[in-house]
């Protein structure tokens, strides 16, 4: 499934990071929401505006965000 298209960047909104749907809610925000335990249940109910697809589309994000090779220096 490809929800990037979510995931909207503007230099005027947040700094310039990367947000859910020119909302002001960062994907770090989600990311760091999902890391500290919350379910996507707790998360749609604290934040009514996002949806689920939301959620999925930050979790894509990290995910591409972190495939990149690791080069090592021995």
Do not use: F, W
């Not at 002001?24 to 760091?32: A, E, H, Q, Y």
């Not at 604290?46 to 990290?62: F, H, K, R, V």
């Amino acid at each position: 499934m490809n929800h990037l298209n979510r995931i909207t960047v503007n230099p005027a909104q947040c700094g310039g990071r990367p947000c859910i749907r020119g909302l002001r809610i960062r994907v770090k925000d989600l990311l760091g929401l999902l890391a500290a335990g919350m379910s996507r249940e707790e998360i749609l109910v604290d934040y009514p505006y996002l949806e689920p697809d939301d959620i999925s589309a930050a979790l894509e994000y990290a995910a591409l965000q972190a495939d990149h090779p690791v080069l090592s220096v021995a």
